[in-house]
């Protein structure tokens, strides 16, 4: 005699029934990860049904797959919506200038850079003058210890013109 399950099916045949719906379930995973990861994909049941190889019925029958294709196109819409929000947001509107105001503001970025670079040399000759400054310190020290009795000086003096081997 056939053990008989509930649903009056041979247990074999509930067997391989459990384990299709399991490769069938795995297969709907799948492709809507493939939806949801690849933009170009359409969020549609035709696609799924393709993609999963399953009827666009056995989509119909089990409601979940049909549910998560909403919730991609939802996701793919506020991404839409964010992505135009933030180009409204980066990017001034450009005013229209006359071509005298377009002048007067190349002047005043003419007048900006000028008293940058005045102050640069400035500044470059403010070095200039200290390192003469300085250069002359130096050549006057070294005269003075050339020129000194001191016998220590010059034994420094000495050890520092040795040359290291």
């Given at each position: 005699?056939k053990i008989v399950n509930k649903s009056s099916l041979p247990q074999a045949l509930e067997e391989k029934n459990q384990a299709d719906f399991i490769t069938v379930t795995n297969r709907i995973s799948d492709a809507l990860q493939k939806i949801s990861s690849n933009p170009k994909l359409k969020p549609t049941q035709s ?119």
């Amino acid at each position: 005699m056939k053990i008989v399950n509930k649903s009056s099916l041979p247990q074999a045949l509930e067997e391989k029934n459990q384990a299709d719906f399991i490769t069938v379930t795995n297969r709907i995973s799948d492709a809507l990860q493939k939806i949801s990861s690849n933009p170009k994909l359409k969020p549609t049941q035709s696609v799924l049904a393709r993609l999963s190889k399953v009827s666009r019925g056995t989509l119909n029958n089990r409601v979940w797959p049909l549910e998560k294709l909403e919730e991609i196109k939802s996701q793919r819409k506020d991404l839409v919506k964010l992505v135009e929000s933030e180009k409204e947001s980066t990017i001034p509107p450009l005013p229209s200038l006359s071509l005298e105001e377009r002048l007067n503001c190349s002047r005043e970025e003419v007048r900006v850079w000028k008293t940058k670079a005045d102050q640069y040399a400035k500044d470059n000759e403010h070095l200039r003058h200290l390192l003469e400054v300085q250069t002359r310190r130096v050549n006057l020290l070294q005269s003075n210890l050339e020129n000194s009795n001191d016998p220590l000086l010059k034994n420094v003096i000495e050890f520092n013109t040795i040359k290291p081997i």
